[in-house]
């Protein structure tokens, strides 16, 4: 089976706006919040729900052969091809007025995203990549992608969103290593870090325990603008998992000589 890549293109812009329809109205103000635990805090709300069902019907009217993977509302259909998403990555942010969180979707074919969106609605920022193609729009902006192209680890800048998330005293040891390794260091941004390695401000970007719809999109707008990533023991990250990116492959590799020696 072949696949039309621009009409891949314009259901991920289209999916995007129809997200941006339901959050926007719901960003800072005072909505309720849910948690999906019952022991800690992964808060959901109105705004994830209703922007995954508009982003699934519009999936659904321009492709609806093809397998679905949503941190909402689960997983539907059978195909070479998924779409992935993940409404609100940051909600965390989004339910504190901070607009670093988006709306990631990514599309795979078998198992390995070739094509996704970012796009922070309030900023009114969408970086987009498909197979040769990396670029970034806001207004009537539009401009290519391209990482920083740094290939050492001590100028490098780091990103990831906690350092508590590296929660046992191994992982903390890996985070330490790399932070030890680099310039500096920048926490809190969930998928906007990487969006901004893609762009040029940020070196690398690392984090453990990532779920495949929090991580899809983000795969190919890091490759096509001319970075890498990777799971820590080298694997390819569309399933999610513990992940690195970097701006080269070269920084890649030596990120992950850091984080594996510790």
């Not at 902006?141 to 191994?170: A, D, I, M, N």
């Amino acid at each position: 089976m072949t696949i039309d890549l621009a009409k891949v293109e314009a259901t991920l812009l289209a999916a995007a706006d129809a997200a941006a329809a339901k959050t926007l109205p719901l960003f800072r103000t005072n909505l309720g919040v849910d948690n999906k635990l019952a022991a800690g805090f992964d808060p959901v709300t109105e705004a994830d729900r209703s922007a995954e069902t508009a982003i699934r019907a519009v999936i659904g009217e321009n492709f609806p052969d093809h397998a679905i993977i949503g941190e909402e509302w689960g997983n539907s259909g059978d195909s070479e091809y998924t779409w992935i998403i993940d409404p609100v990555d940051g909600t965390r942010a989004f339910i504190t007025g901070v607009p670093v969180w988006g709306t990631l979707i990514g599309f795979a074919h078998d198992g390995v995203a070739i094509a996704g969106v970012m796009a922070q609605p309030f900023i009114g920022e969408t970086f987009l990549a498909s197979p040769g193609s990396a670029t970034y729009h806001r207004n009537s902006l539009t401009r290519p992608l391209r990482t920083s192209g740094q290939t050492e680890l001590g100028p490098s800048s780091v990103f990831t969103t906690t350092p508590s998330l590296f929660s046992s005293p191994e992982l903390m040891a890996k985070w330490k290593a790399l932070e030890a390794a680099t310039q500096l260091q920048r926490f809190g941004l969930d998928c906007y870090g990487y969006a901004l390695l893609a762009a040029g401000h940020a070196d690398i970007v690392i984090e453990p325990f990532l779920n495949t719809y929090d991580i899809a999109a983000l795969v190919p707008i890091i490759r096509q603008a001319g970075g890498a990533i990777a799971c820590w023991d080298g694997s390819e990250p569309t399933g999610g998992g513990n992940v690195v990116a970097a701006a080269t492959p070269a920084l890649l590799e030596k990120a992950l000589a850091v984080v594996n020696a510790a």
